[in-house]
């Protein structure tokens, strides 16, 4: 089965947390702090896999997590980085956030590429002592690995793109042309994944693509030819197969100026990329009909070819002309990573920190903020400069602010998590 586009969901690993540890040292009250920090967490790496020709895989398994940094030791003791996860993909996968369709990366390289960050780990407690602070009796949490969730899309890394209607010859053609050898028959859609063949001419060659057969209301979703048009976005040159003989009733100019049209309403840039055109099927063609449609093509300032993918007629005329076209084009497109915009931005610093306070009664307040729970695991109750830190945290994040906006009186009782404790401001 050829699976092309799927949903999986991806984190990385948190970092470790920071230790909280003392030594005895002579003449240091308490024994000097020597909490280490933790590990960093695992990235979740993509790789290209030329293996790996379908997304088929990522069907069955959905979820794909990085491990979690080792927390700090004493004696100044880092935890141990996490290793990353890989994730084996085939080349020419974009992977986008799902949410926001936003590019995080094209597996079209060699290099792995980092798309989910794992966490730094959190600092110890010996990062903390200060000549008026000794013995810090708290650390820092490890931070959180980045997580989304992805929509891996397959694109095709062709130099050239076979089109046209069903059973125009598409398959015929890039048989002949490379070694690919496609389903042939004499019914529409043969053809129902695409077909990459290398073709070589001198000592050089190029990669081509034959697309299966698109219909009119393609880029609508009619027919196979929606779910496969975006692999022809990265072609650098469109080869436009046209059946000239109409031998199953359909028009060669009507039928040509359907396909583009579907291209145009996929994609104005799809429309715009370099054409020629394969009159196919010559050998059971009339003379009239071919000059009518070179005639049509020719007024259009297209590359016209006469060919008979049966016969291998004209095909070399056509690879030749594909090559020396392609001598002047770009290469292949690779799609950069998209920055966050200023409200994605906004929007993810508002949830890094988002909180709620519940009044539950008149003097029972309940705070509710996932990203506070690494944090209170840190923390000393029963050491005062803990509390202090601890305090900073509420008050810097707007916590406090919020609890007083909600009407909280001192001594009237504040819940977060399992912790609790008498409000004084």
Same mark, same amino acid.
């Given at each position: ?40 967490? !695992? +990235? %979740? ?38 290793? *990353? ?12 956030? =799902? /949410?926001?369709?936003? %590019? ?53 890394? $062709?130099?050239?793109?076979?089109? !046209? ?44 693509? +034959? ?35 109409? %031998?199953?009733?359909?028009?060669? %100019? ?6 583009? =049209? ?20 010559? *050998? ?26 049966? =016969?291998?007629?004209? =095909? ?7 090559? /020396? ?23 993810? $610093? ?17 705070? &509710? ?35 007083? &906006? ?13 912790? /609790? ?5």
């Amino acid at each position: 089965m050829f699976v092309d586009i799927v949903k999986i969901s991806i984190k990385a690993g948190d970092g470790g947390n920071g230790a909280v540890s003392f030594h005895r040292e002579k003449y240091v009250n308490a024994g000097g702090p020597d909490g280490g920090n933790g590990g960093k967490g !695992g +990235d %979740i790496v993509f790789v290209a896999d030329d293996s790996l020709s379908t997304l088929i895989d990522f069907r069955y398994k959905k979820k794909y997590s990085a491990q979690n940094g080792a927390p700090g030791g004493a004696r100044r003791s880092s935890g141990k980085s996490a290793p *990353d996860t890989i994730i084996k993909v085939p080349r020419g996968t974009i992977v986008k956030e =799902t /949410e926001t369709g936003r %590019i995080l990366a094209d597996i079209s390289g060699n290099e792995p590429v980092i798309v989910a960050k794992g966490g730094k780990g959190g600092k110890g407690n010996m990062n903390f002592a200060t000549p008026t602070r000794q013995i810090p009796r708290f650390a820092k949490p490890g931070y959180p690995g980045e997580h989304f969730d992805v929509t891996l899309e397959l694109k095709l890394l $062709a130099d050239v793109g076979l089109v !046209g209607f069903p059973n125009v010859g598409k398959s015929s053609l890039i048989s002949v042309v490379s070694a690919a050898k496609p389903e042939i028959a004499n019914y529409h859609f043969t053809t129902i994944t695409p077909v990459l063949g290398v073709v070589k001419y001198g000592e050089k060659s190029f990669v081509m693509a +034959d697309i299966p057969g698109l219909i009119e209301g393609a880029s609508e979703g009619i027919g196979l030819g929606h779910a496969f048009l975006r692999h022809v976005e990265r072609c650098r040159l469109i080869v436009h197969v046209v059946d000239v003989s109409e %031998i199953e009733g359909r028009n060669a %100019i009507e039928d040509f100026e359907k396909i583009n =049209t579907e291209l145009a309403n996929f994609s104005e840039e799809l429309a715009q990329r370099p054409q020629i055109v394969a009159a196919n099927k010559a *050998d059971i063609a009339t003379e009239e009909q071919i000059a009518a449609f070179r005639k049509y093509i020719e007024e259009k300032g297209l590359p016209f070819f006469v060919i008979s993918a049966a =016969t291998a007629s004209g =095909t070399k005329e056509l690879v030749d002309a594909i090559a /020396e076209k392609l001598e002047d084009l770009p290469p292949v497109i690779r799609y950069e990573a998209q920055p966050l915009t200023i409200e994605q931005l906004q929007k993810q $610093a508002e949830e890094k920190h988002s909180f709620t306070v519940k009044k539950v009664d008149a003097h029972y307040y309940m705070v &509710e903020a996932e990203w506070l729970a690494p944090i209170l695991s840190t923390v000393n109750m029963d050491d005062y400069e803990s509390l202090q830190y601890f305090q900073r945290v509420l008050r810097y994040s707007g916590i406090i602010d919020a609890l007083i &906006e909600a009407g909280i009186e001192e001594e009237d009782t504040v819940s977060i998590f399992d912790f /609790e404790f008498s409000f004084m401001n």
